[in-house]
């Protein structure tokens, strides 16, 4: 290796504490929850992936994270947008509190959000359904968690975006609803489709803010990481185990398929 790639001074040395962090943090635990769940045995584990708790829980889990990634991926949309081609009063207060779930313990955010959204809450009061307790009260959560993810995956890229692309569409008359379609979002589809997943794999995996809204209710309101404490309390630490084995998968998943979109957008617009 000539000198001229070497960026790092002692490159050697920095590689090796590198793995070695991301091996002792990351690599290590993680192969260690696939060992310590490759203990239960065929019968246990077609036991448990076939048990009423888990599917069901799996079902609320999939379908509030998917919805509420689905409608951060709008609304986070409208707020990259406002933030990057508006200046207004407040403009900084609202980039600010953007990042608020990042920095707010989730727990928090729960405990709030079903003190305001129960029967007896600020805003709960006015409905005449249950919103706290309920799915909906989970997607409400996980709405809150997952914003950020959408709106900091977006804003980066519609700031980047050549404004002289846009003038030569207008000047050749194409309308503000063309110039969106046709020159803005197939720029910003890659971004879009990541933070949307990112958001969905943000949320499929949430905890501290779902638990208190949710009520934990079993076959009701009980999602994965419920199901994973139920079992810690069991001393059932195998099918625990287990069960986050299998949201570690899908969560592979997801990462595989944002890569594979970002490839496949990189070979297509050659960017």
Do not use: H
Not at 45 to 73: E, G, H, Y
Not at 151 to 178: F, I
């Amino acid at each position: 290796m000539s000198a001229t790639t070497r960026l790092i001074p002692g490159f050697n040395l920095s590689l090796g504490y590198t793995v070695t962090f991301l091996s002792l943090v990351v690599l290590i635990p993680l192969a260690s929850l696939f060992v310590y769940s490759a203990q239960i045995s065929a019968e246990q584990f077609w036991k448990l992936i076939t048990s009423r708790q888990l599917l069901t829980a799996l079902k609320l889990s999939l379908s509030t994270a998917f919805f509420a990634a689905l409608i951060n991926a709008f609304i986070g949309l409208l707020l990259a947008w406002v933030l990057v081609r508006y200046q207004f009063w407040g403009k900084r207060w609202m980039d600010t509190f953007i990042d608020m779930p990042f920095a707010l313990p989730t727990a928090v955010a729960g405990i709030a959000l079903t003190a305001i959204y129960a029967r007896n809450g600020v805003i709960g009061q006015f409905f005449e359904f249950k919103i706290a307790y309920s799915a909906l009260g989970i997607m409400l959560a996980l709405l809150f968690v997952t914003l950020p993810f959408v709106v900091r995956t977006l804003q980066p890229v519609l700031e980047d975006l050549p404004k002289d692309v846009e003038e030569a569409a207008e000047m050749l008359g194409a309308s503000s609803w063309q110039r969106f379609r046709y020159v803005i979002f197939p720029a910003i589809l890659p971004a879009w489709i990541t933070g949307f997943t990112l958001a969905f794999a943000r949320g499929l995996g949430e905890y501290g803010s779902v638990v208190f809204i949710s009520g934990n209710l079993p076959f009701r309101t009980e999602i994965l990481p419920l199901v994973i404490v139920s079992k810690l309390d069991q001393y059932d630490y195998v099918s625990a185990a287990t069960i986050g084995a299998m949201m570690l998968i899908i969560s592979f998943i997801l990462i595989f398929v944002i890569n594979y979109i970002q490839r496949y957008f990189v070979k297509r617009t050659g960017k």
